[in-house]
């Protein structure tokens, strides 16, 4: 076990065997060896390993063992090997403590759904038309309504779907990737894209969930869960009101406004808008080469949309304190921070309470 995690936690670091030993002051032959199983460390290199890693002590023991399948990356072409092994490694490490903290939870208590998809979706998919329809179909199942959606992430998670951020820096080059652990469906997404990014993110990967096996042999999956992620993000019907069904120009500021209120690109509303027959063909080509020459599909003007994150497993963690499951050394361990920050998050907490 201890040789597994540290060679997953090296390369979740985008070190070498060299570069880690400089780090703990040892040899790149020792650190070949612990990685074999051959030798294990002393406490002090134990120590001096974690610190370098970025990890707790605690990590290299942990009982708990999860299997990420199924792993699909949203990332640009050029993103390396070195940058999908630092995210898989995160994504593992933050996997591993949440089926540690939900085993913590008794039998009777189910604080996670289980995701399923409503009954009656379509079998066999073949047009635009009904991608949209299912769209509407999982929005009207999670009582969504028409109306802009306030937290992608929240939606997903009250739905059984997992949902980790990512703070490994890619330079623009990984949007997200999507799994499944056990048979809970799991979507990533990195903490520093802008918020329209991420729930575009989110809204496709939940499309690959939704669409999967249900598309004729002559509809590619990637536009589809596009086209599904624009539809559930903004509906047709919603569209219609706010641009009306036929225009001959859009502003760009009809369009700022827009993915302010529903959380989603300009770029990704004149997709939208040309989906839906608002603008023609002609039109929606125009203004795609209108924002390559602004350069606003590398960044579109005015503040970005806010970021997105997840509270649930922090919100778990001091449930199952507050059920007494856990202590406060094991929540601490749980959420990756020194006892002491752990108590001093909880004493505000406290204080706050008290001074209302």
Known sequence: MFAERLIRARKAAGLSMNALGQEVGISANAIKKYEHGINMPSSSNLLKLAKALGVRTEYFFRPVKVELQGIEYRKRSNASKKLLNQITGDVMEQAERWAELLDLYPDSVKPVPDFSLPKGLAKKISSPEEIEAIADQMRSEWELGLNPIPDMVDTLESNGVMVISTKVESNKKFDGLAGNINTTPVIVISVHQPGDRQRFTL???????????????????????????????????????HLGENRQALEPQELYMLKHEFGISMMAILMRAGQCGVISANLKTQYYMKFNKLRWRTKEPGDPYPKEDTYLFKQLAYRALGEDYIGESKAAELMSVSLASFHKERKLGVMSAAAD
């Open 203 to 241: 809204a496709h990967e939940l499309g690959h969930l939704v669409l999967d096996g249900r598309l004729s042999d002559d509809i590619d999956e990637e536009k589809a869960c596009n086209h599904f992620a624009g539809a559930f993000l903004l509906p047709k019907t919603s569209l219609y009101q």
